[in-house]
């Protein structure tokens, strides 16, 4: 049992490049997110899944894209990259279970790719 | 909108003391769940300690615990007989409804030697 794996750990891009983040989660969770973490700052959720299909915009989507046609898989996509993407990206999965207030909220987090772009 | 604020950007202790990390949130939801996640310098978010916001009874895991104050929306995090490994950011975070966490800027923890 892996948990959230991401792939790649280093990336550098030029301006105006793009890319696909990749995540992989094995426990079966239907909940995935993508975080980023700028320096000396907390997470800010970019995209959100609550299973495979559906997807939804969290506090900073601009500049990003995500889908999610499988339950393990949740790829964040970087079009047209700008310094201001510059940052940490973690994915995260959930599996809430029951009613809303009888549930596990714990999320796992990946190791994190860490993004320059320049 | 809902805020998660941690007043101690930075803390340090020596190693087998006991320390105290704060953090306060603001909400109108009377049920919502807490947690206090940990960064070491690997970047991982590794989760620390979870309480419900209906039950009254502190949570604990092992050397951590917490001090839950609904009524004033506080949610501190003590580590008893610190240890090396301890060194992190500690983030509080907090989530008000559906999956959306919000975190707290975090507060970074030097364990002294």
């Known amino acids: 049992n892996a948990g959230v794996t991401q792939t790649p750990k280093f990336r550098i891009l030029k301006i105006g490049q793009s890319m696909t983040l990749q995540c992989t989660q094995d426990?079966?969770?239907?909940?995935m997110y993508w975080y980023r973490q700028d320096p000396g700052m907390g997470l800010k959720l970019i995209y959100y899944s609550v299973g495979a299909g559906i997807t939804d915009k969290g506090e900073v989507p601009n500049g990003y894209n995500v889908s999610r046609s499988t339950t393990e898989d949740f790829p964040l996509r970087l079009e047209l990259a700008a310094p201001s993407q510059t940052s940490v990206y973690f994915c995260?999965?959930?599996?809430?279970?029951?009613?809303?207030?009888?549930?596990?909220?714990?999320?796992?987090f990946g190791p994190g790719t860490r993004l320059t772009v320049l | 909108a809902q805020t998660v604020t941690q007043s101690q950007p930075e803390m340090s202790v020596q190693e087998a003391e006991t320390v105290t990390l704060s953090c306060t949130y603001d909400t109108s939801e009377s049920n919502y769940y807490l947690f206090w996640y940990k960064q070491p310098p690997s970047r991982q978010m590794i989760l620390v300690i979870r309480q419900e916001a209906y039950k009254q009874q502190n949570a604990t895991e092992n050397r951590f615990s917490v001090n839950f104050q609904k009524a004033a929306k506080s949610f501190s995090l003590k580590i008893s007989d610190s240890q090396l490994g301890d060194t992190a950011m500690y983030f509080c975070?907090?989530?008000?409804?559906?999956?959306?966490?919000?975190f707290g800027p975090g507060t970074r923890l030097s364990v002294l030697p």
């Open positions: 995260a999965s959930s599996s809430p279970q029951g009613a809303r207030f009888d549930r596990t909220d714990t999320q796992y």
């Open positions: 426990m079966n969770h239907n909940y």
């Open positions: 975070a907090f989530d008000p409804y559906g999956q959306n966490f919000v």
